[in-house]
């Protein structure tokens, strides 16, 4: 009778796995689902917006010391979010914004460190205090957007449309890390970018 009761309790070890894992998956596919539904909407300030771009620009639900994860980070090309939108201190470390349109968007303090942001729409965007360090923003429309302390170290400026020397000056930069591939005419800002305080 014991062998019996091991042997339904070693049976019943992977069809739990199996049912919880589907569960998880499950669960993380409709937390998807909402996070895109709620960038989708077309509602000003930040509704929320803000945590759903930091939830779809994570690996979620990873087996340790593996790269195997139930859901892994979306990509974010062509997104479009509604001008006036805020998404302030977001972390999107590495984000996929290939060819987003940020039009007016208010990007304070946000870390898009390693971003890519080519061909991107930021014209008018409130990038203050934010991390572009080592961001591709090759070809993208910076045409009065607000770089006041945005850390522009190693940033690839290639071909940027709308760019200023003023905007530039009001940029930071890590000792000895400039931007790459200014537009002619344009020089590197020389601020120094000061530590910043996040929670």
């Known amino acids: ?85 805020f998404i302030e201190e977001a972390n999107l470390p590495g984000a996929n914004m290939y060819n987003a349109d940020l039009y007016g968007v208010s990007l304070t303090g946000v870390d898009l460190s390693g971003a890519n942001l080519r061909v991107a729409n930021l014209k008018e965007a409130d990038l203050r205090w934010g991390n572009l360090s080592n961001v591709s923003l090759a070809e993208a429309n910076l045409s009065s957007a607000d770089l006041f302390d945005t850390d522009l170290s190693s940033a690839d400026l290639r071909s940027v449309v709308g760019l200023s020397q003023g905007q530039l000056n009001k940029a930071c930069v890590t000792r000895g890390l400039a931007p790459i591939n200014l537009p002619n005419g344009l020089t590197a800002p020389t601020k120094a970018c000061l530590p910043r305080l996040r929670d």
């Not at 019996?4 to 309790?9: M, N, R, S, T, V």
């Not at 049976?11 to 895109?36: K, S, Y």
């Open 1 to 85: 009778m014991a062998r019996l009761e091991l042997l339904i309790g070693l049976f019943a070890i992977p069809v739990i796995l199996i049912v919880g894992w589907n569960e998880l998956a499950a669960i993380a596919e409709q937390r998807r689902v909402n996070a895109w539904q709620l960038l989708t909407t077309n509602a000003k300030g930040n509704a929320g917006k803000t945590a759903a771009l930091e939830y779809l620009n994570q690996n979620h639900y990873c087996i340790p010391w593996t790269e195997l994860c139930l859901q892994n980070k979306e990509s974010l090309v062509k997104i479009h979010l509604p001008k006036d939108s």
